[in-house]
Antibody, heavy 119, light 110 residues
């Protein structure tokens, strides 16, 4: 069974930083692109970004509005992907999901972790 | 880039069909075949139900079908069941290596 489990969410002050982790199991993690998607309270899903697998040189892409504040990395030896968020704003509040991506679609998702940005 | 446009809500009685539209532009839905749809029960992980406009992952009932015409993609849920009550999102690859979700549609089974 495929499992993706996010962690690291919590309360952070505006301007602060937070690092989210996602551990995958039940599939060959290293073969997949990994992405992050978020959902603000009462809003829809929003694509955050993704990282390719080693064969595509661990390239990263981000939503244009987030570029420069967020970074994504991965450690295939730990079947983990990370989202580093800096300069957090109140509008970054929401549930953050990690997902395994294959050919432009997310094939499996985690349950999400909640990030709250507030003073 | 702005979110793809979906109707906020759709509804039908059990056994009926509902169709959800997803309108983009010639820079996303209209240009690429990489449109997928996700079912999201609040509090749970979203689930892929359609990819590449019309394809169904294994395990997804054939009650779910997708199509596209011009800049608008559509998801049809036939033979509505109580468990189909959820939020549905379209998702498309777009120019400049971006990805865009739709605004989401809440489907209610009456």
């Amino acid at each position: 069974e495929v499992r993706l489990v996010e962690s690291g969410g919590g309360l952070v002050q505006p301007g602060g930083s937070l690092s989210l982790s996602c551990v995958g199991s039940g599939f060959t993690f290293s073969n997949y692109y990994m992405g992050w998607v978020r959902q603000a309270p009462g809003k829809g899903l929003e694509w955050v970004g993704r990282i390719t697998h080693k064969a595509d040189t661990y390239g990263t892409l981000f939503a244009a509005s987030l570029r420069g504040r967020f970074t994504i990395s991965r450690d295939d030896s730990k079947s983990s992907v990370y989202l580093q968020m800096n300069g957090l704003k109140s509008e970054d509040t929401g549930v953050y999901y990690c997902a395994a991506e294959s050919w432009y679609r997310f094939i499996d998702w985690g349950q999400g972790t909640l990030v709250s940005v507030s003073s | 880039q702005s979110a793809l446009t979906q109707p906020p809500s759709a509804s039908g009685s059990p056994g009926q069909s509902v169709t959800i539209s997803c309108t983009g532009s010639s820079s996303d839905v209209g240009r690429y075949k990489y449109v997928s749809w996700y079912q999201h029960h609040p509090g749970k992980a979203p689930k892929l139900i359609i990819y590449d406009v019309t394809e169904r992952p294994s395990g997804v009932p054939d009650r779910f079908s997708g199509s596209k015409s011009g800049n608008t993609a559509s998801l049809t849920v036939s033979g509505l069941q109580v468990d189909d009550e959820a939020d549905y999102y379209c998702y498309s690859f777009a120019d400049s290596n971006q990805y865009i979700f739709g605004t989401g549609t809440k489907v209610t089974v009456l």
